[in-house]
């Protein structure tokens, strides 16, 4: 285990630009991991702020806590066990009025890389579990190996892997579960390069790295996750909220464009209407048409930055709008 939480922060002074944190207001990053960008958020609205962290990972808000006491001893810092699909319960139960600033980035924090035991590195040994909240008694990855079938196998090593030998896969790990159980990572990689062909393992990286990618999604039900929460984000924004987004996957940017986009709609009334019927209206004005990605330098020094892209939305004002209800008496977007 990692002595120290360890975790660069991915495009911090985009995401700091974007933002905008202003003394006194409320910060909620809802991917915690390591506190980087949290921590020059909270230097920005301290003293009168509120700096909120989510995380299902224990170790995580333990260390997050004590960098906040070390770096930022003035900040008020609210940390919050759970997932950000999760997010309306989360700041209900903690009585938050409003956010000002939303965060979430979607990377796997390094730390959880690095431990063994949890499964998610393709370079270690270890029990195949990859559960976020290793506390939750939820399916592994050995029991999603080892229980789904073939075709359903592929279809999320392709989709959620992006992996052309996908079908290649998933057979010989059928094949290989036949004879004894998958159980470990390095079990796992040895079914993922019998399936690889030779000439396509000398190239792209470790051969194993999209499937284990793939699997921590299914896993974690990433996909689902996401647009629940960042629909829940843009609820709790306050009128001039900005909520941030740092994608790694191409499935990824796609929901958070495709929320994005929708909130950001008016009037869907066929056009030869004299007048609106359906009383949609914008919810949020979307600050980035194309995403922001990270320049030379910052890849250069961390390559992890490499494949991030950044989307960024603006809470617009909706009091006046016919809407459904918050379960607080907040605006629905």
């Known amino acids: 285990m990692t002595s120290e939480y360890r975790h660069i922060p991915v ?28 921590v020059e958020l909270a230097k920005r609205i301290a003293p009168d702020g509120l700096s909120i962290g989510i995380d299902q990972d224990d170790m995580a808000l333990s260390a997050a806590a004590a960098r906040f006491d070390k770096e930022v001893p003035n900040a008020e810092f609210l940390p919050l066990k759970g997932n950000f699909r999760d997010l309306d319960a989360l700041l209900l139960k903690a009585a938050v009025p409003g956010v000002d600033c939303f965060l979430f980035d979607l990377g796997v924090s390094s730390p959880q890389l690095d431990i063994p035991e949890r499964g998610f590195s393709y370079n270690e040994d270890a029990p ?6 290793p506390g939750k008694d939820t399916p592994t990855a050995a029991e999603v190996i080892n229980t ?15 992996e052309k030998f996908a079908s290649r896969i998933a057979h010989q790990i059928v094949e290989t579960r036949k004879k004894a159980p998958i159980e470990t990572t390095f079990q796992l990689v040895d079914a993922i390069k019998r399936a690889i062909p030779a000439a396509a393992r000398r190239h792209g990286g470790h051969p194993a790295r999209k499937t284990f990618q793939a699997l921590r999604i299914e896993v974690n039900h990433e996909l689902d996750a996401l647009e629940e929460g960042l629909r829940a984000a843009v609820r709790w924004a306050n009128t001039g909220g900005r909520i941030c987004v740092i994608s790694y996957h191409s499935l990824e940017d796609r929901i958070v464009k495709h929320v994005f986009s929708d909130l ?6 066929p056009p030869d209407l004299p007048v609106c019927v359906c009383g949609h209206v914008p919810i949020v004005e979307v600050r980035t048409k194309k995403p922001l990605v990270a320049d030379e330098a910052e890849v250069k020094a961390n390559p992890r930055a490499r494949s991030a892209l ?6 617009l004002d909706v009091t006046s709008a016919p809407t459904e209800v918050h379960p607080v008496a907040r605006p629905y977007a």
């Open 11 to 38: 495009m911090l002074d985009e995401t700091l630009a974007e933002l905008d944190p202003k003394p006194g207001e409320v910060v909620c990053d809802c991917t915690l991991g390591g506190a980087g960008h949290s």
């Open 128 to 133: 195949l579990d990859m559960r976020m909240d």
């Open 148 to 162: 789904y079938n073939e075709a359903d196998l592929s279809r999320i090593i392709r989709v959620y892997g992006d």
């Open 264 to 269: 950001s709609q008016g009037c869907i009334c």
């Open 310 to 315: 950044m989307r960024v939305a603006v809470k």
